[in-house]
């Protein structure tokens, strides 16, 4: 069974992966892709913290994913066919990640002294 920060690994790689395929080759907004795809970027940059299991990434990024939750709502209820779809996809990712996120920094608490 994968751990949370295995999960969240994962997790974040494979939204990374779904917004570069979607905004260059799936569904861009654009013929032939769109700037969008830049938003992977920062999902890239974070993967290297996120590997070592830093409480401090998991809890700077557990915010940070919301907005990608966001966009993935957004987009699941304004655009339609695949877009649509893809958007709804983001948004279950970025939601998965979260609670995998939450779950590695839970995890990682010191326990407390018991008295």
């Not at 939204?15 to 700037?35: K, Y």
């Not at 299991?53 to 655009?79: K, T």
């Amino acid at each position: 069974m994968p751990t949370p920060r295995h999960a969240t690994v994962a997790l974040v790689a494979a939204l990374a992966a779904l917004s570069i395929a979607w905004e260059l080759w799936l569904a861009p907004l654009r013929p032939g892709g769109s700037m969008l795809v830049l938003k992977a970027l920062p999902l890239l940059a974070a993967l290297p913290a996120l590997w070592r299991g830093g409480v401090r990434a998991n809890q700077w990024w557990s915010m940070l994913i919301l907005a990608y939750l966001c966009e993935g709502v957004v987009r699941g209820m304004s655009d339609v066919g695949l877009g649509a779809w893809l958007g709804w996809t983001e948004a279950v990712l970025a939601a998965l990640a979260f609670a995998a996120m939450l779950a590695h920094i839970r995890g990682s608490r010191a326990p407390a002294a018991g008295g």
